[in-house]
C-alpha cells in the first residue's frame, strides 16, 4: 500500500470530537473513490477477499484478482451455499452470489502484499438472503432508524495463543506465561511484543483507533481493542480483526483461538460489547439528573430492562457453542475470578453484571463469549433493548437481582429460551422466516453431538465405579 494511500485511510477514518465517522467502515477510503477497481488502483490492491459470514461466524470468501473489481461490483461472485455451511441452503439450491459493500473495502497488505478484503451481503436470485447474518443486522439498525435512532457500538476482542505439543495437548504458546495472576503483566506483554504490535499497527493503518493491548486474565489470553462506531462497522472489524489476528498468529507459529473456554481452570474468553444510542449527534444516552446515581436517561433504563427480560433468549445468540456454557457457568479460575455473569442483573462500574454501566454514555453486555457472531449478536440485543423501550420496561434498582434472573446452564436451555421467545426470533427472522427455527435446530444438534460424545470424564469416573 503507497504511503498516499495510507495517508487516505487514516484521514477518511477521523471525525470530529475524536470519534470515527458515521459513515466509515472498515477503513474505507469510499468517498475517495466512486468504484471497486479504483479503490482496489489508489491502495495498491492486486487480489481482493469477498467475504461473507455465515450463522456460526465461519468467514467464507473467495479470492478474486483486481482486473475482475469492476465484475465482482457489479454481479458479485457466487457460492454453493450449502457447502459454506450454516447459511440455511441445501444442496440444490441456486447459488449465493456475494454483493460486496464497497464502504467496507479494507487493504491488509500487512497479511499479503497487494491484498484486501470486502464485506458481502449474500443475494439469492437477485433477492438479500435472509439468512445471512449481515443482512439481518441490516435489518434490526434499520428499524432502529425508523425511530430515529443510530445505535453504536465498541467491541472487546479476547483471545488465546496455543500451540499443540508432541501428543497433541493443548498449551499455552508461550511457555514462560505460568503466574497464578497473569493480567496485565508486563513480561508477558513483552513476550508477545512482535504479535501485538503488528495487530496494533494494522488496525492503525487502517485508522480504527487501536487505544490499549493487553495480556487478559488466564494465561496465555490477550485483549486488544479499537474504537467504537456505527453498529455495523463495528460488526464487519470484528470479523476483520479476528482474521487478522488468526492468520498474523499462525506466521508466528501460533493458533490464536475465540474458543469460549479452551482451558478448564483458566477465565474464559469474552466478546463484551458498548452500546449507546443517539439521535443524530446527540448522545440518548445521559441524563445528568438521574435519581438512581448512574446518570442515565429514563431510555437508557429502559434499553437495559429489555435486554434483561430477553436475557435469557440473548445467551442464544451471545453463548452460540457448547462450550460457552463452561465460561458462563464457571465457578472457579485459578486466578479467583470468572469475570463471567451467571445472572441477568446490571449495576454499575462493577464487573459481576451481566450488563455493567461504566459511565453514562454507553452500557457494557459481559454475555456475549469469543464464539459469538458480532452481527447477530448486535441486531438481537439491539432488537430487545428497543423493546424494553417501546414497553417503557423499568430495569429496578441498580445492583438488584432475583432468583429469576438465573442465565441458561446449558447450550440446550438456551435455545429453549431463544424458541420461546417472540422478540429475538422475530429479530432473526427480520430479513424472511425461518431463520431462527433453523438457527436453533443446528445448535440443538450441535448439542446432542456434544452430549453423544464419551468423554475422558466419564471413563474416568465410571468405567470401573460399579
Not at 471525525?15 to 474505507?28: K, L, M, R, V, Y
Not at 440455511?88 to 456475494?98: M, R, S
Not at 460486496?100 to 443475494?123: E, K, N, W, Y
Amino acid at each position: 500500500m503507497t504511503l498516499e494511500a495510507t495517508d487516505l485511510i487514516s484521514r477518511r477514518s477521523q471525525s470530529t470530537n475524536g470519534h470515527p465517522h458515521p459513515s466509515t467502515a472498515s477503513g474505507t477510503i469510499a468517498d475517495q473513490a466512486t468504484d471497486l477497481a479504483s479503490l482496489a488502483r489508489a491502495t495498491g490492491t492486486r487480489f481482493i477477499l469477498a467475504v461473507f459470514t455465515t450463522l456460526s461466524g465461519k468467514p467464507c470468501a473467495k479470492l478474486v484478482p483486481v482486473e475482475s473489481a469492476d465484475e465482482l461490483q457489479n454481479d458479485g461472485v457466487g457460492f454453493a451455499g450449502y457447502a459454506a455451511g450454516s447459511i440455511g441452503q441445501v444442496p440444490k439450491d441456486p447459488d449465493l452470489v456475494a454483493i460486496p459493500d464497497l464502504s467496507s473495502f479494507t487493504p491488509i497488505p500487512f497479511i499479503r502484499d497487494g491484498l484486501a478484503l470486502v464485506h458481502c451481503d449474500p443475494h439469492v436470485e437477485g433477492k438479500p438472503w435472509p439468512f445471512a447474518p449481515r443482512i439481518i443486522l441490516e435489518k434490526a439498525l434499520a428499524a432502529a432508524a425508523e425511530k430515529g435512532l443510530t445505535v453504536k457500538v465498541g467491541a472487546e476482542i479476547e483471545y488465546f495463543l496455543v500451540q499443540r505439543d508432541e501428543e497433541g495437548t493443548l498449551r499455552t504458546a508461550d511457555l514462560l506465561d505460568t503466574s497464578r495472576q497473569p493480567c496485565y503483566d508486563a513480561r508477558d506483554v513483552t513476550r508477545m511484543y512482535e504479535h501485538l504490535t503488528s495487530i496494533s499497527s494494522a488496525m492503525n493503518t487502517l485508522g480504527w483507533g487501536n487505544y490499549a493491548n493487553d495480556h487478559e486474565d488466564g494465561n496465555g489470553q490477550f485483549e486488544q481493542n479499537f474504537r467504537y462506531d456505527e453498529a455495523l462497522v463495528t460488526a464487519d472489524r470484528v470479523m476483520t480483526l479476528r482474521y487478522l489476528i488468526s492468520v498474523l498468529a499462525e506466521q508466528r507459529g501460533m493458533t490464536a483461538t475465540f474458543m469460549p473456554k479452551p482451558f478448564a481452570d483458566r477465565t474464559g474468553t469474552g466478546m463484551h460489547m458498548h452500546m449507546s444510542l443517539w439521535n443524530g449527534d446527540r448522545a440518548a444516552f445521559p441524563d445528568a439528573g438521574d435519581p438512581r446515581g448512574l446518570g442515565l436517561s429514563d431510555l437508557a433504563y429502559s434499553f437495559i430492562g429489555g435486554i434483561l427480560d430477553h436475557a435469557c433468549a440473548l445467551q442464544g445468540v451471545l453463548a452460540p457453542t457448547v462450550n460457552s456454557y463452561k465460561r458462563t457457568g464457571a465457578t472457579a479460575t485459578t486466578s479467583g475470578a470468572t469475570w463471567s455473569p451467571r445472572r441477568a442483573t446490571y449495576g454499575g462500574n462493577d464487573r459481576t453484571h451481566y450488563i455493567r454501566v461504566p459511565d453514562s454514555h454507553r452500557v457494557e453486555l459481559r454475555g456475549g463469549d469469543g464464539s459469538t457472531n458480532p452481527y447477530l449478536a448486535i441486531a438481537a440485543t439491539v432488537a430487545a433493548g428497543l423493546d424494553g423501550v417501546e414497553r417503557g420496561l423499568d430495569p429496578g434498582t441498580p445492583g438488584a437481582g432475583v432468583a429469576s434472573d438465573a442465565l441458561p446452564m446449558t447450550l440446550l436451555h438456551a435455545m429453549d429460551a431463544l424458541a420461546a421467545d417472540p422478540v429475538v426470533t422475530a429479530a432473526l427472522d427480520a430479513a424472511g422466516p425461518g431463520v431462527a427455527e433453523y438457527f436453533t435446530s443446528l445448535k440443538r444438534e450441535e448439542f446432542f453431538q456434544w452430549h453423544n460424545t464419551v468423554t475422558p470424564w466419564e471413563i474416568d469416573n465410571y468405567l470401573t465405579a460399579f
